[in-house]
């Protein structure tokens, strides 16, 4: 599965968008992007995922550029329970058992 | 409906002794993974099970096992306990192979004296 770089630490003032930034150059045709977060002394929570085409849920949205090299999850008016650890994730369908965490980056919402 | 369950939440043990932790995945699912999460680092996969069967393997010496149960729960059994082991221990279950969602357990917290 291909890697990911992203920043360690962000912050960002209350009720402003959130956008996280995450490099994936050696992405696959076949590898989709998986967005999970972890708020301090829980287990990860899934945000989003896509594969080319950007994506948008209730809880964010999910840019992916064309050539799919890096992506950007955006949280667009991020409160104090924002505040946590957020993994950008390459990996196949099929992996998705098998998730390859990296450091992440921890985002600080502030008032 | 509950979410993934795990116990117990923490655990303190000594070195050399043996740890069983437990899982209960969202009823219906399937599929079980394992993740061990170092302080300050992102969690490491050590198995995954579908079906009762192994279906992945992470990095992890033999000391470190797991099985299945036919209700889907899933057990993690660490032998010969060292003290790098002390770690947050995630289960997380999805309702098939190759499903997207995972959802995750609050984890079992071991510590290894």
């Known amino acids: 599965d291909a890697k990911t770089t992203q920043p360690p630490s962000m912050d960002c003032a209350e009720g402003r968008a959130a956008n996280l930034p995450c490099n994936h150059s050696t992405i696959s045709g076949n590898e989709y992007v998986y967005w999970y977060r972890q708020i301090h002394s829980q287990g990860p929570q899934y945000i989003i995922h896509?594969?080319?085409n950007n994506e948008t849920n209730e809880m964010a949205s999910l840019i992916i550029t064309e050539d799919r090299k890096s992506s950007t999850l955006i949280l667009p008016h991020a409160t104090l329970r924002d505040t946590a650890v957020y993994y950008c994730?390459?990996?196949?369908?099929?992996?998705?058992?098998?998730?390859?965490f990296g450091q992440g980056t921890t985002l600080q919402v502030k008032p | 409906d509950a979410g993934v369950t795990q116990s117990p939440t923490h655990l303190i043990k000594t070195r050399g002794q043996q740890v069983t932790l437990r899982c209960s995945p969202i009823?219906?699912?399937?599929?079980v993974s394992w993740y061990q999460q170092v302080l300050g680092q992102g969690p490491q996969f050590i198995f995954q099970?579908?079906?009762?069967?192994?279906?992945g393997r992470g990095n992890f010496p033999d000391r470190f096992s797991a099985r299945q149960f036919p209700n889907y729960s899933s057990e993690l059994n660490v032998n010969a306990l060292l003290l790098g082991d002390s770690a947050l221990y995630l289960c997380?279950?999805?309702?098939?192979?190759?499903?997207?969602?995972?959802?995750f357990g609050p984890g079992t917290r071991l510590l290894v004296l």
């Open positions: 009823s219906g699912h399937k599929s």
């Open positions: 099970y579908y079906e009762k069967e192994e279906r």
């Open positions: 896509g594969l080319k």
């Open positions: 994730i390459v990996g196949r369908s099929s992996n998705t058992g098998k998730l390859i």
């Open positions: 997380a279950s999805s309702s098939e192979l190759g499903v997207e969602t995972q959802y």
